[in-house]
T-cell receptor, first 116, second 112 residues
Framework: GAVVSQHPSWVICKSGTSVKIECRSLDFQATTMFWYRQFPKQSLMLMATSNEGSKATYEQGVEKDKFLINHASLTLSTLTVTSAHPEDSSFYIC????????????FGPGTRLTVT | GEDVEQSLFLSVREGDSSVINCTYTDSSSTYLYWYKQEPGAGLQLLTYIFSNMDMKQDQRLTVLLNKKDKHLSLRIADTQTGDSAIYFCAETLGGATNKLIFGTGTLLAVQP
């Protein structure tokens, strides 16, 4: 149980275009989802916390107009990187929390974004 | 502030024990976690410990927590080549969001 999927697993896009990444909880309801980014050989940095049905809470330094987060249902959150630039190239990982099992977060496999 | 530090690299021989260390600064941590990340993959939760515990053992894994020194360690007994990965410690702060603060990560290389 407690599986989180991400789609796509990797994407290459041109500079200036927008990219949407999906995060799904497959067998549980996730009232809270988290979005992280990870640069090569670095740790995960929390970008935003997303609660179902409400606006995401962004961490300091993360542009909310650039990284649009939508959490419209208990099993799906999306991250849209708008007007992507090469410096947005990174590994994006989501996690989801199931309140019935406490505070544990279950992580997706990640999405590698390359902006050319 | 929130700061979680780890040593960058650890190399061990197959069959030996590995000890990965982590220090944190926020004394309000409620849970502390160890995650494993293989190349190009997401994170796999290995184990966690509640902040009022000193030790937790789970098969080959032993977690030690020294709350006074804000020091956490993960011992892997009988390390195998399949244990080669990056290991992250993480803390959950108190409060409603319970967001995870990750350490810098330790690359464990297991030599055959």
């Amino acid at each position: 149980g407690a599986v989180v999927s991400q789609h796509p697993s990797w994407v290459i896009c041109k500079s200036g275009t927008s990219v949407k990444i999906e995060c799904r909880s497959l067998d549980f309801q996730a009232t809270t989802m988290f979005w992280y980014r990870q640069f090569p050989k670095q740790s995960l940095m929390l970008m935003a916390t997303s609660n179902e049905g409400s606006k995401a809470t962004y961490e300091q330094g993360v542009e909310k107009d650039k990284f649009l987060i939508n959490h419209a249902s208990l099993t799906l959150s999306t991250l849209t990187v708008t007007s992507a630039h090469p410096e947005d190239s990174s590994f994006y990982i989501c996690s989801a929390r199931d309140w019935t099992s406490g505070y544990e977060q279950y992580f997706g496999p990640g999405t590698r974004l390359t902006v050319t | 502030g929130e700061d979680v530090e780890q040593s960058l690299f650890l190399s061990v021989r197959e069959g030996d024990s590995s000890v990965i260390n982590c220090t944190y600064t926020d004394s309000s941590s409620t849970y502390l976690y160890w995650y494993k990340q293989e190349p190009g993959a997401g994170l796999q939760l290995l184990t966690y410990i509640f902040s009022n515990m000193d030790m937790k053992q789970d098969q080959r894994l032993t977690v030690l927590l020294n709350k006074k020194d804000k020091h956490l360690s993960l011992r892997i007994a009988d390390t195998q080549t399949g244990d080669s990965a990056i290991y992250f410690c993480a803390e959950t702060l108190g409060g409603a969001t319970n967001k995870l603060i990750f350490g810098t990560g330790t690359l464990l290389a297991v030599q055959p």
